[in-house]
């Protein structure tokens, strides 16, 4: 049985991810230091260590949790929902814009890079993993789909005026309506 995380820390871990996420709105990732995120956070340096080795270490962790949020979400959808990509991209704008001010803040540097990398494998999963055989072209089409929502998903959640989300899973249903047959 896994164990629950103490209150304590789970506090601790929000409060550093919420400064990270406003050090990142303010400056270049490779810029933030230890010392900018514990005074940002008003946690001790020591306590920062206590759960990560380093600036890279929290934000790793950051999208890592994100991704396995994310996983865990579409988990319970049939392959055969998956591979029309349909509710999945419905599901992702709901968590993307849940998550905005964290995601804007990862998606800053570059999207394809950390967080979009890893959103873009799990799409491209869904894709393949609802079709009865693989070709090659099948693969190549599945990233070729990947890259080009999670293109769509980053320009509307980096948006100061989003379109709204019923508006943005449509628009990416009409996009992809040919490429999914």
């Known amino acids: ?29 490779k810029s933030i230091t230890v010392t900018d995120i514990v005074r940002e956070a008003d946690i001790n340096r020591g306590t920062f260590y206590a759960h990560y080795r380093d600036v890279y270490d929290l934000r790793e962790r950051i999208e890592g949790e994100m991704i396995a949020d994310f996983r865990t979400m579409i988990a319970g959808l049939q392959p055969s929902q998956t591979a029309s990509l349909q509710p999945v991209l419905s599901r992702a704008v709901d968590y993307l814009e849940e998550n905005r001010e964290i995601v804007t803040a990862l998606t800053q540097d570059s999207m394809v890079e950390g967080f979009g990398k890893k959103l873009i494998g799990i799409l491209e999963e869904c894709r393949l993993e609802g079709l009865p055989y693989r070709s090659v072209e099948d693969v190549y089409v599945a990233r070729f789909i990947a890259i080009g929502v999670v293109g769509m998903l980053e320009k509307w959640i980096t948006e100061p005026q989003p379109i ?12 992809l309506e040919p490429l999914l047959r």
Do not use: G, H, N, S
Not at 10 to 24: E, G, I
Not at 164 to 175: C, D, N
């Open 164 to 175: 709204p989300k019923k508006e943005m899973t449509a628009l990416m249903a009409r996009v």
């Open 1 to 29: 049985m896994q164990r629950q995380e103490d209150k304590r820390v789970r506090r601790t871990k929000k409060l550093l991810r919420q400064a990270l996420t406003r050090l990142m709105q303010q400056k270049e990732f």
